[in-house]
C-alpha cells in the first residue's frame, strides 16, 4: 500500500475510534442545559480529500476554495457528499480532470474555506453567499452541514472533531447557529483542543463564522 494511503487510512481509523469513546461517555444526546440539540462527529464516512486521492491526481491537502460553477464545466458529482441534493440533484462536483472541487452556482456563489479551529474569540471570517432559492429548500442546518462535512468549515486539522450543534437562532433577519466541541490531532502525542464558534447568514444570503 502506497505511505500515503497507509497514514490515511489510520487517521480515519483513529477519528473512527475516538469519536466512538466520546459518544460512548456523553451518549446520543446532551444534557439539558448545555446548548446542544444534535452532536456531529466530523469526519462521518469518506471526505473530499479521500474521494479525490482516490479517484484523481491527488491532491496534497484540502483546497482552499471551491468555485462555483454552471453543469457545463462540472465534472463528477462527490460521492461523499451525494446526500446533499437541491432539485435531486447533487450540490457538490469535481472538475472535469479531477483537479478541483465545485459548488453549483445556482446555489451558492465562490466559498473561502475557513479554519474554525484557527479562529480567536472575535474573529470574522467570510465563507460565501448561499443563493435564495437554495437557501429556501435546504435551511440553515442542512447548509451549516454541508459546509462541515464538505471541509468548507474546516472543524479539524488531524484527526476529526466532536461538535455540539445548537438550534437557530434568528436576531434582526440575521441566522445564528452556535457550535462547540473539540478536535483531536496527534504531534508526538495526542492532543485535543476545544473548538467555539458561531455559523451566521443574513438577510442577503452572506455566510460568516465568528469565533466564540
Not at 31 to 46: I, L, S, Y
Not at 82 to 104: C, E, I, K, M, N
Not at 167 to 177: F, H, L, R, S, T
Request: hydrophobic share 45%; proline share 4%.
Amino acid at each position: 500500500m502506497h505511505e500515503g494511503m497507509r497514514i490515511m487510512h489510520w487517521d480515519r481509523l483513529l477519528a473512527t475510534l475516538l469519536g466512538a469513546m466520546v459518544l460512548a461517555a456523553c451518549g446520543d444526546t446532551a444534557p439539558a442545559g448545555d446548548g446542544c440539540a444534535r452532536r456531529w462527529q466530523q469526519p462521518d464516512g469518506e471526505t473530499v480529500l479521500d474521494e479525490q486521492r482516490r479517484r484523481g491526481p491527488a491532491w496534497r491537502d484540502h483546497p482552499l476554495a471551491l468555485r462555483a460553477a454552471d453543469a457545463a464545466a462540472r465534472g463528477p458529482a462527490i460521492e461523499a457528499l451525494a446526500r446533499f441534493t437541491l432539485d435531486g440533484a447533487p450540490l457538490l462536483y469535481f472538475s472535469p480532470d479531477l483537479r478541483q472541487a465545485l459548488v453549483r452556482d445556482d446555489a451558492f456563489g465562490d466559498l473561502t474555506v475557513v479554519a474554525a479551529t484557527h479562529l480567536r474569540r472575535g474573529d470574522v471570517a467570510t465563507l460565501g453567499v448561499v443563493r435564495p432559492a437554495a437557501r429556501h429548500t435546504l435551511g440553515e442546518l442542512a447548509i451549516l452541514e454541508l459546509l462541515v462535512r464538505a471541509d468548507i468549515i474546516q472543524t479539524y486539522v488531524h484527526i476529526g472533531s466532536e461538535l455540539c450543534i445548537a438550534d437557530p437562532v434568528v436576531v434582526d433577519g440575521v441566522v445564528a447557529i452556535a457550535v462547540h466541541g473539540s478536535h483531536t490531532f496527534m504531534t508526538n502525542k495526542l492532543h485535543r483542543e476545544r473548538l467555539q464558534f458561531v455559523f451566521r447568514i443574513d438577510a442577503a444570503g452572506i455566510m460568516t463564522l465568528t469565533g466564540s
